[in-house]
C-alpha cells in the first residue's frame, strides 16, 4: 500500500517552459513533505520542503504547492533547464518524533534543448 | 565536508555469502536512515537510528539482515546469507533534523548472483 503515489513515471518538456512534477498522498498524518532530485549513480539531493501549515514555498526557479484538501501536491520548475533532467522524489513524513521519510517511486523528468 | 560516505560503491556476492555495507555519516548528524532502492518497491527505509540508538526497524525485511551503529561516525548493514532477491541499491541518508531533510550517500550497487 503506497502512501506517497507519483503517478507520472515520466515527463518530457521543452527547455525554458514549464515542467510540472505531481504527487498524492494517502496518509493524514503526514505534516512535512520534500523534493528530491537524483541522477544516475547518485543519491538522492534534496530540493526543497513545505511544511503542512503552508500551502507554497518558492526557491528560486523550483516551487512546492500543497493542497492539503486533496492530498495532493506539486512542483512546477519555471524555467526548465537540461541540467533539470533527473528523477524526482517525493517525500513525507509524520509529525511528533517520527523522523522517517516515506517517498513515492519518482518520475523521470526530460528536459530537451 | 564530505558528505555521507558509503563502501563499497559496488558489490558482487555469491547466495549465501555474508555482505556488509559501511557508511559514514556527515559529522553532527544525529539521525542515520538505511534506504534500499529496487524498481518494483522504490526506495523503502529499513531501519534507522538516532544517537546511535535504532528506532524503527520495522522495515527489516529479515532476520538475515541487521544493522549496527557502534558510534556517531560509523554504522553497518549486514545480509547474512544473501540471496539474489536482495540485489538492490542501498543507500544511507543522515540528518540533524528533519527540516533539513536527508544527505545520501552516493549508494551501495549490490548483486547477489
Redo the contacts between chains.
Sequence with gaps: DQQVKQNSPSLSVQEGRISILNCDYTNSMFDYFLWYKKYPAEGPTFLISISSIKDKNEDGRFTVFLNKSAKHLSLHIVPSQPGDSAVYFCAATEGGSNYKLTFGKGTLLTVNP | DAG?IQSPRHEVTEMGQEVTLRCKPISGHD?L?W?RQTMMR????LI?F?NNVP??DSGMPEDRFSAKMPNASFSTLKIQPSEPRDSAVY?C?S?PD??????????TRLTVV
Design positions: 555521507v539521525y536512515f534506504y522504490g526506495l523503502e527505509l534507522y538516532n528506532i524503527d543507500f541518508a540528518s528533519r527540516s533539513y531533510g536527508y544527505t545520501f550517500g552516493s549508494g
